[in-house]
């Protein structure tokens, strides 16, 4: 709190606070996207998606070079297994983004976001499968409930929600690899775009000769691809910042506003049919959300109680 030459207090973010804004941004910006993708529907997923990469890379560059962190790129490009890592993932990444810039083209926004609203659940079995851990009493209700939302989500649809289920397990998986190393998010981003530009390229290439190729028949279709770039690095550099300055816990709860705006962009503007049994299917998972969510706040606060003097 400070006092203003004209008597007024004013009053300055805490860490925290600041993190926790600075994280909402990164995911409405996310959430955004969609309604971005809704608008260049015309363009393919394939060249959304290397687009995305490829203008991504200058900005990932300009914030590297502003942080000063090349020591910490240079550190990671000097381990094999950092690079074989980032490689594998930043494969993963626009595998993703590709499929999920084709599901909005065809009307299955609502199965993308049913993906992103159980990656988080994903992330609990990738740690009992990999990390040895175990599961709690509320994880396994959150999971049982998670396999019922897609047993309904199955009936509604009349056959396995496989693409959500796909971009929930690829983005579970991306983020599970980039957790075993010790790179910086910035700095592992970086690298991963990097690494992809030439096939990238080769991509846009592709297109171009074929004739399919968007980028520069006009100013919207080329600006439009540029922004799919700077909105990626942008939200991801929010993101990045914001997770140093907040719990996990917080963070957690924080993930569920992007899919959040994504299902009501698909059902208020997108106008994609809802009926009773979808719906059934997001409440449960939406139930199941909230036990997991309460769970993990709770172990948390345990856990500060634990290492805090007496």
């Known amino acids: 709190m400070s006092i203003t030459d004209e008597g007024r207090v004013s009053r300055t973010l805490t860490i925290a606070e600041t993190g926790v804004v600075l994280a909402v941004m990164a995911h ?3 959430g955004g996207m969609a309604i971005y993708f809704g608008l260049i529907r015309h363009i393919s997923p394939v060249e959304i998606a290397v687009n995305r990469g490829l203008w ?7 914030v590297v070079w502003y942080l000063k962190q090349w020591p910490d790129v240079r550190r990671a490009l000097a381990s094999p297994r ?10 993963l990444i626009v595998f993703n983004w590709g499929f999920y810039v084709w599901s909005i083209g065809q009307g299955r926004t609502l199965e ?10 994903l992330n609990v ?13 509320p994880q396994k209700w959150a999971l049982a409930l998670a396999a019922l939302a ?20 690829t983005f ?28 990238l390229l080769g991509a846009q290439w592709w297109l171009s000769s074929r004739g399919e190729a968007f980028f520069g028949t006009s100013v919207f279709n080329t600006s439009m691809l540029i922004g799919c770039g700077v909105m990626t690095a942008v939200s991801l550099m929010l ?54 969510s309460v769970a993990t706040i709770r172990d948390e606060r345990s856990r500060r109680q634990e290492i805090e003097p007496v």
């Open 172 to 199: 579970c998986l991306y983020g599970f690899l980039r957790k075993t190393i010790q790179v910086g998010p910035t700095q592992g981003f970086l690298i991963e775009v990097a690494i992809i530009a030439l096939p």
């Open 125 to 137: 079995v990738m740690g009992y499968l990999f990390l040895g851990e175990r599961f709690t009493a």
């Open 239 to 292: 993101f990045a910042a914001s997770i140093r300055r907040i719990r996990y816990s917080t963070a957690g709860l924080l993930q569920y506003i992007s899919p959040s705006l994504v299902f009501l962009t698909a059902v208020f503007i997108f106008g994609e049919p809802m009926d009773s049994m979808k719906l059934m299917s997001f409440l449960v998972i939406w139930v199941a959300l909230a036990i997991f």
């Open 56 to 62: 991504a890379l200058p900005i990932a560059i300009a």
């Open 112 to 121: 993308s976001s049913l993906g992103y609203f159980i990656n988080p659940l």
């Open 28 to 30: 409405l910006v996310w």
């Open 150 to 169: 897609v047993l309904v989500q199955t009936v509604a649809l009349g056959h396995i929600p496989w693409l959500g289920l796909m971009l929930a397990v």
């Open 82 to 91: 950092n690079v074989a890592i980032l490689t594998l993932t930043s494969f």
